[in-house]
């Protein structure tokens, strides 16, 4: 835990300071997954305390509990009368091929078209299984990729040490900061209860990693704006990561949402997004437009697998890079397991999610961009140690305590936050709420 710990204070400049951890257990994984939650969840909180150290000259103590970490890294929400949707699309998964395995993520139907139009229509998991058998993985990772899709064979951790993608990984820091060359920095107008207030968040991020960071920025006191494309939807998620926030939806493809868009992009202070290393840039919100349009803004991005190497623009998600980097491979062999077996949660996105935003607000006072990536935390998690086959798990949370929310689909129970800062609560003012359920503005 320390070493994990003193590596992610490093990686963000902050200073090395012991954090408590309370409580025990741990998720059973082959990879430290609970020490990372309370680590990443940790450095989030001293980000805050030095922030309020900076502003006010008082440093508040921390504290983080490692069972709610574990839990909050699975999901924070206890729908009461009502299910949240399934997280995975019907032929979303692994899948054995003629040498190995591979995993199809499907969960947006343009990503399922995709795979389906290398493979053909498949009404189900059997008739999936049946025509990927077909393949070998090598083969079927790029056919897939190359139609737009997202797929991820299986690697060991050794192989993708010789993978082009896992050199230039290696090579990358954990977090890329980059100065702005605008001295056009925001006065601070928090308080000790609520360190954020005042600070304009525009999320363009979608499913878990961003959304995280999102999350905390707005427990924080933070006015979260996230802009959604029109036909966009996760329902699996959607209940757990638009806790504070207002969600709204734009069209960057038309001409009157482009204006609306760069009007709010001028008036924020944090710009969240997660699009692929050039997406924005084919939108004509490169770089640098964004900084001509907002002097002094903080950019903090991430992507799946890197921001260099013959990867860096590749579509990814948590379960892909787990696949591509050696972890479902490992967990196979630790659990003496027959299929891939990966992280019991997905520890890189949400790890990556509280990174990004302790980036965000250590940069506040001062502008400037941060670069994160999910294989980039795959890379951290591996290096630092095995885990446990503790019996501890994400359901196991009667004890933890529970608070009530009213969400547009019912009422539910949110569990406590597993970061305590003294004097600093972090809790939410709006409850979760559908995408686009907002209007495009700013309070």
């Given at each position: 835990m320390t070493d994990l710990l003193t590596s992610i204070q490093a990686a963000l400049g902050l200073p090395y300071t012991p954090i408590p951890f309370t409580s025990s257990g741990a998720l059973p994984s082959a990879f430290a997954v609970t020490d990372l939650a309370c680590a990443s969840i940790a450095t989030a909180g001293q980000a805050v305390s030095q922030l309020l150290h900076r502003q006010t000259g008082r440093l508040p103590s921390l504290e983080v509990d490692r069972r709610l970490a574990s839990f909050w890294f699975a999901t924070s929400i206890r729908p009461v009368g009502w299910s949240v949707p399934p997280l995975w699309d019907p032929v979303a998964g692994d899948y054995a091929t003629k040498d190995g395995w591979i995993r199809l993520h499907t969960n947006a139907p343009h990503h399922r078209a995709a795979a389906e139009s290398v493979l053909g229509a498949c009404a189900d998991r059997a008739a999936m299984a049946s025509q990927v058998a077909k393949w070998a993985k090598t083969d079927l990772e790029l056919a897939v990729v190359e139609a737009g899709g997202c797929a991820a064979e299986m690697r060991s951790w050794a192989q993708w040490q010789t993978h082009p993608q896992g050199i230039a990984v290696n090579a990358e820091p954990l977090i890329h900061f980059a100065a702005n060359a605008s001295q056009n920095t925001k006065a601070w107008q928090g308080s000790v209860a609520r360190p954020l207030a005042g600070i304009k968040v525009l999320d363009l991020t979608r499913v878990l990693a961003g959304p995280t960071a999102s999350r905390f920025l707005a427990g924080l006191g933070a006015d979260v704006?996230?802009?959604?494309?029109?036909?966009?939807?996760?329902?699996?998620?959607?209940?757990?990561?638009?806790?504070?926030?207002?969600?709204?939806?734009?069209?960057?493809?038309?001409?009157?949402?482009?204006?609306?868009?760069?009007?709010?992009?001028?008036?924020?202070?944090?710009?969240?997004?997660?699009?692929?290393?050039?997406?924005?840039?084919?939108?004509?919100?490169?770089?640098?437009?964004?900084?001509?349009?907002?002097?002094?803004?903080?950019?903090?991005?991430?992507?799946?697998?890197?921001?260099?190497?013959?990867?860096?623009?590749?579509?990814?998600?948590?379960?892909?890079?787990?696949?591509?980097?050696?972890?479902?491979?490992a967990g196979q062999q630790w659990k003496k397991a027959d299929k891939p077996t990966p992280l019991p949660v997905q520890a890189l996105d949400h790890a990556t999610g509280y990174l990004?935003?302790?980036?965000?607000?250590?940069?506040?006072?001062?502008?400037?961009?941060?670069?994160?990536?999910?294989?980039?935390?795959?890379?951290?998690?591996?290096?630092?140690?095995?885990?446990?086959?503790?019996?501890?798990?994400?359901?196991?949370?009667?004890?933890?305590?529970?608070?009530?929310?009213?969400?547009?689909?019912?009422?539910?129970?949110?569990?406590?936050?597993?970061?305590?800062?003294?004097?600093?609560?972090v809790q939410w003012t709006l409850p979760a709420a559908e995408l686009g359920s907002h209007r495009a503005q700013w309070w």
């Open positions: 704006l996230r802009i959604d494309p029109p036909t966009w939807n996760e329902p699996g998620v959607v209940p757990e990561v638009t806790l504070g926030k207002r969600c709204a939806r734009l069209d960057l493809h038309d001409k009157t949402d482009r204006a609306v868009f760069e009007s709010l992009l001028k008036d924020a202070d944090i710009l969240l997004h997660g699009y692929r290393a050039d997406a924005l840039e084919r939108l004509g919100y490169g770089v640098t437009e964004r900084q001509a349009l907002a002097p002094g803004l903080i950019d903090v991005c991430l992507n799946a697998y890197g921001w260099s190497g013959p990867w860096q623009n590749r579509r990814g998600f948590d379960s892909l890079v787990q696949m591509s980097s050696g972890i479902a491979e990004m935003a302790a980036a965000a607000i250590t940069l506040l006072g001062s502008g400037g961009s941060a670069r994160l990536s999910l294989a980039r935390t795959a890379k951290l998690l591996i290096e630092h140690g095995a885990g446990t086959d503790e019996a501890l798990r994400a359901e196991d949370d009667s004890d933890q305590g529970l608070l009530i929310e009213q969400t547009p689909w019912g009422p539910a129970h949110r569990l406590h936050v597993p970061l305590k800062i003294t004097g600093t609560p």
